[in-house]
């Protein structure tokens, strides 16, 4: 299902990407970094700080949401 949405995104987006950003839990999934290699080969799959990247986004749009 996970594979689904990306190639929606892709289709939608009609471009390939530089760089794929994975974040959050499933980003430490090596199912998914690996389904995702298959499905883009040739496309580096970067990563950061999992859990400390979705707190700052949400702290961020929370800002946006509640000002």
């Not at 299902?1 to 839990?25: F, H, M, S, W």
């Not at 499933?26 to 080969?41: F, N």
Request: no cysteine; glycine share 10%; net charge negative.
């Amino acid at each position: 299902r996970i594979l689904e949405q990306v190639q929606l995104a892709l289709d939608n987006a009609q471009e390939k990407p530089d760089v794929i950003y994975l974040t959050g839990g499933s980003a430490r999934s090596p199912l998914i970094k690996k389904a995702l290699a298959e499905q883009l080969p040739g496309i580096p799959i970067a990563g950061g700080d999992d859990f400390g990247s979705v707190t700052a986004g949400l702290a961020r749009w929370a800002e946006v949401v509640f000002r």
